[in-house]
């Protein structure tokens, strides 16, 4: 749908419809800017969380390859100091341990990190541990079977000693 200025914009899911090479392009010289400038003096340290949304944007690029396809790690993120993952198993170890898929509540399945009282889910969920029950099989929510496809392919950094 077009609105009346002309740009591809639905207003009742507020969603952009952009050409996915020029999304494509912008997200490679995001993460170039990102990488190229990390350190105590970077400019773009207000952008160093985990970031999920980039990682829908590489997801909507991805979704035009070939089935099967691998996805394109340029444009994901990496394990360097550029980008600050959480401090929570799977992240930490970069092995994918420490998560089950669970059903959460109507929110669907998800893969599920559970630490007391309450839990998160791959794809950013905040629950309560009660309202989570254990599934089998891979999860349907397309973020999360990524978050953990991500995690196995992307090495885990070296550690570095303790100071
Ligand atoms: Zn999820």
Request: aromatic share 8%; net charge negative; with cysteine.
């Amino acid at each position: 749908m077009t609105d009346s200025s002309g740009y591809d914009y639905d207003p009742k899911t507020d969603t952009v419809r952009v050409g996915r090479h020029d999304l494509a392009r912008l997200l490679l010289q995001f993460r170039t800017e990102l990488e190229a400038n990390a350190g105590p003096d970077d400019r773009w340290r207000h952008m160093h969380d985990y970031d999920l949304s980039f990682e829908r944007l590489a997801d909507a690029v991805d979704s035009g390859n070939k089935p099967g396809t691998e996805p394109d790690m340029w444009m994901r993120c990496k394990r360097t100091p550029a980008y600050e993952w959480p401090d929570l198993a799977p992240y930490r170890n970069g092995q994918g341990s420490g998560t089950h898929p669970a059903r959460i509540g109507k929110y669907g399945t998800h893969y599920v990190l559970y630490s007391s009282p309450s839990g998160r889910s791959l794809c950013g969920i905040i629950f309560m541990n009660s309202e989570a029950k254990k599934t089998t099989g891979a999860p349907t929510c397309t973020a999360c079977v990524r978050e953990l496809e991500l995690m196995c392919a992307i090495p885990a950094p070296e550690e570095s000693p303790a100071p």
